[in-house]
């Protein structure tokens, strides 16, 4: 092929290059124009739908005014309440949104209702978001609304002293209320934080000035100052009041003998501080009705939903940390207290209380945390990790040899006092060891409030004291007997210690006979220590 040629052939290369390179060109340019627009979906996955409102406005969002900017543009969209809207054609850039939630319907570009929620407020402290629609793409944004917050509303408290006796004024009662700001939605709600004093105190009426949203009420009661002016809280009580924009709400108490004699203060709210959740209550979920000091006590709240908040008290302090439905608490005084919960739930706060009477301590007779009876307690602190002892509520339901390994002497059991749980291990680590009353011990579990208990064992002789076999009377109107722990000195087989007991009878304890060894079926009754 000659130069020229050559040459011809490079040209026509490039020409059909050129006409190839021009064809994709116009057919990019067709994709372009068919995509120089993009879509932006709006989610609702979390809508708030209850407010700080009074009951009588509805608290449901049924539409939406949702408005776009992008710095020359507005489009508005009046849409009925939906999870999700799919806005098409939209020009690439940064857009703003802004949605307002109704509770009524549109006609036009009027809507029935009341405007009642809006976007939480973002790091400018303006009500919208801002989303990039791209070119070709589709934009998803999900946004949650929150009640409204504008302007401030009225709280009235107001004390009635009129139906309280002479007398007892003369000890000089006061009555002490202190607000504060109480809100899941706080970042949303300007100056609903901290302590408030009253804007007005006129003649036992308390009037605050307030940003809407929820407040936690504190009332604390104290019924006479001491010679040296010093007082004694007798009561404190927490309540819940929500506060509306441009609207009052009231609460009015009137103080009686009986509340300045037995601490409890009842306020009796307005309509705008109803109960808007559904009732609920505060229940003990403990053994039976008697506390006491120093132990754990089990309390639950009835009220569920998906996404509630729980925020427990004890004598109207908030305890720390205790923001689930169920609540565990250790009194350290004795005599009357009250645990109260506020759920908070879609921007409304309610709460409930239960009274309970808490006695000093665990002592020997009552009740256990594992349901049974306290039969001992290390006064002198000579073991170490444990202070009781508590046997099981009841007797295990079937018979237990003390172990299916009859021939073999352990020795290492002892009868002492404190050596049942190590007994018990000794029994049940012995080679070839498959069954016995220990490991009955070990495999027993009681359940209270929630808790379980699986630490029960086979206890010592010496552990066995005359308390724990005034229980062993108690379950049976026949001789029985009982194993322990702890093997006898002095035999080959090393025959265990056994008790016999009835309740026509005084209880025996006594060494196995050849006829009661390891190999026997007897009666079980375990032990735990706390």
């Known amino acids: 092929m000659s130069i020229k040629q050559t040459k011809q052939s490079i040209l026509t290369y490039l020409l059909l290059s050129l006409v190839c390179l021009a064809?994709?060109?116009?057919?990019?340019?067709?994709?372009?124009?068919?995509?120089?627009?993009?879509?932006?979906?709006?989610?609702?996955?979390?809508?708030?739908?209850?407010?700080?409102?009074?009951?009588?406005?509805?608290?449901?969002?049924t539409s939406y005014l949702i408005t776009l900017t992008n710095g020359t543009e507005i489009e508005e969209f009046r849409i009925a309440s939906t999870d999700s809207l799919t806005i098409d054609s939209l020009i690439p850039g940064e857009w703003t949104i802004e949605v307002q939630g109704y509770n009524g319907t549109w006609s036009g570009t009027v809507n029935s209702g009341d405007m009642i929620a809006y976007l939480e407020l973002n790091s400018s402290s303006e009500h919208s978001v801002t989303a990039s629609v791209n070119r070709g793409a589709v934009t998803d944004v999900d946004l949650t609304l929150v009640p409204i917050s504008d302007g401030y509303g009225t709280l009235v408290l107001s004390v009635d002293w009129s139906e309280v006796s002479s007398d007892l004024l003369l000890n000089d009662p006061t009555i002490a209320i202190q607000v504060e700001g109480y809100n899941e939605y706080s970042d949303n709600y300007e100056d609903n934080s901290g302590s408030y004093d009253p804007t007005s105190t006129v003649d036992s009426t308390y009037t605050y000035s307030l940003a809407p949203g929820w407040y936690e009420i504190t009332t604390t009661l104290t019924p006479s100052s001491d010679?040296?002016?010093?007082?004694?809280?007798?009561?404190?009580?927490?309540?819940?009041?929500?506060?509306?924009?441009?609207?009052?709400?009231?609460?009015?108490?009137?103080?009686?003998?009986t509340m300045l004699s037995t601490g409890s203060v009842t306020w009796e709210l307005s309509q705008d501080m109803d109960d808007v959740l559904d009732s609920f209550t505060v229940s003990f979920t403990g053994l039976d009705d008697t506390k006491y000091t120093g132990v754990d006590q089990n309390f639950t709240c009835s009220y569920e939903s998906d996404n509630p908040t729980y925020q427990w008290y004890v004598d109207a302090e908030a305890v720390d940390a205790a923001t689930s439905k169920d609540f565990t608490y250790q009194f350290t005084t004795s005599g009357s207290h009250v645990v109260t919960v506020a759920v908070a739930d879609g921007g409304v706060v309610n709460g409930a209380s239960l009274s309970v009477a808490v006695e000093q301590g665990y002592t020997v007779g009552n009740h256990g945390p594992a349901?049974?009876?306290?039969?001992?307690?290390?006064?002198?602190?000579?073991?170490?990790?444990?202070?009781?002892?508590?046997?099981?509520?009841?007797?295990?339901?079937?018979?237990?040899?003390?172990?299916?390994?009859?021939?073999?002497?352990?020795?290492?059991?002892?009868?002492?006092?404190?050596?049942?749980?190590?007994?018990?291990?000794?029994?049940?680590?012995?080679?070839?060891?498959?069954?016995?009353?220990?490991?009955?011990?070990?495999?027993?579990?009681?359940?209270i409030g929630g808790n379980v208990f699986n630490d029960w064992f086979l206890p010592a002789l010496w552990e066995a004291t005359s308390s724990y076999r005034e229980y062993l009377i108690k379950s049976t109107t026949t001789y029985k007997y009982w194993w322990t722990s702890s093997e006898a000195n002095g035999y080959t087989t090393a025959v265990p210690f056994y008790l016999v007991?009835?309740?026509s009878s005084s209880y025996i304890s006594g060494q196995a006979s050849s006829s009661k060894t390891k190999s026997v079926a007897m009666y079980v009754r375990p032990i735990r220590r706390f």
């Open 23 to 61: 064809l994709l060109g116009f057919s990019s340019c067709s994709l372009a124009s068919d995509s120089t627009t993009g879509t932006l979906v709006i989610n609702f996955p979390s809508t708030t739908a209850k407010s700080v409102f009074s009951p009588s406005i509805s608290l449901d969002i």
């Open 227 to 257: 010679s040296d002016g010093e007082t004694s809280d007798i009561y404190t009580s927490i309540d819940f009041a929500r506060i509306v924009p441009d609207e009052t709400t009231s609460g009015y108490i009137e103080l009686t003998d």
């Open 501 to 503: 007991a009835s309740s």
């Open 371 to 447: 349901g049974g009876w306290i039969y001992y307690c290390d006064e002198s602190d000579s073991y170490e990790g444990w202070t009781y002892l508590e046997v099981s509520p009841a007797e295990l339901p079937d018979t237990h040899v003390w172990s299916n390994v009859t021939t073999t002497t352990l020795g290492t059991t002892l009868l002492t006092l404190g050596s049942g749980l190590a007994n018990t291990e000794e029994i049940i680590n012995q080679e070839g060891h498959t069954t016995s009353a220990a490991q009955a011990c070990v495999d027993y579990s009681v359940t």
